[in-house]
């Protein structure tokens, strides 16, 4: 005997198998991938440091100074190129890396080198330098008769994106989101004509602190004096109309 078909139970069943069908399509319209050119915003990069990034490297900064064996000391020429040297170190470079004085050894301008290195020291005191910059290294200077003096530190160099990428039509894009070349020029120009190169990598240290001065304030305190510092007369301010 078959079994009995109520009315309506067939198209009940292929209502569920269409849900099921629309239910697995939208599934997997769900793990699609995007469509090639389609963006997030989370995936561009929006920061032109990020975008155009300056690379900041170090590479060595050299001179040398030969002396001849019966040389009593640097002259003036060699003196002027030390102190234009020693500028660019104090002004741009200093505080980055030892200045580092390598100094022939058992060659015959030995001693002139020695004595050439006592005027280096007194030009090197004049600038300011603290010993603490300054480090000497022997070398082996063979049998070369102007075995010279190498003086060396390390600099930092800042180098510039290139820029000029434009693969995109601005005017067709629709997306209004930052364009390759977004920034790029700011960029550039930064690592130009920035002074310290290092100052890119992070800040620079404090200075000490003015003992003296604290000093100073601290006994004021103490006695139950101002602590501000005093004015003359004509340093004093006026209130207008007195």
Not at 172 to 197: M, S
Request: net charge positive; glycine share 10%.
């Amino acid at each position: 005997m078959s079994a009995l078909r109520t009315p309506g139970s067939g198209l009940g069943s292929t209502a569920r198998r269409i849900s099921l069908s629309m239910l697995a399509v939208a599934a997997l319209a769900g793990c699609r991938l995007h469509e090639p050119g389609s963006h997030v915003a989370g995936w561009v990069l929006v920061d032109s440091a990020q975008r155009h990034p300056i690379l900041v490297s170090q590479q060595p900064s050299t001179m040398n100074i030969r002396v001849s064996s019966g040389a009593a000391g640097l002259s003036p020429g060699q003196a002027a190129q030390l102190s234009d040297f020693l500028a660019r170190y104090r002004n741009r470079d200093s505080g980055n890396s030892k200045l580092v004085i390598a100094v022939p050894t058992g060659s015959p301008n030995e001693g002139a080198s020695m004595r050439a290195v006592a005027h280096m020291r007194q030009i090197i005191n004049d600038f300011g330098f603290a010993e603490g910059d300054i480090a000497m290294q022997p070398y082996n200077g063979s049998r070369d008769a102007t075995a010279p003096i190498r003086l060396a530190y390390l600099r930092y160099i800042a180098e510039a994106p290139e820029c000029g990428h434009w693969p995109t039509n601005l005017g067709e894009d629709t997306r209004n989101l930052p364009y390759p070349n977004f920034g790029c020029a700011t960029q550039r120009n930064l690592a130009v004509q920035i002074a310290n190169p290092a100052d890119l990598l992070g800040p620079r240290t404090m200075a000490p602190a003015d003992s003296q001065r604290r000093i100073e304030v601290m006994d004021r305190y103490r006695d139950g004096r101002t602590t501000v510092s005093d004015k003359g007369g004509d340093e004093s301010a006026r209130v207008k109309g007195q």
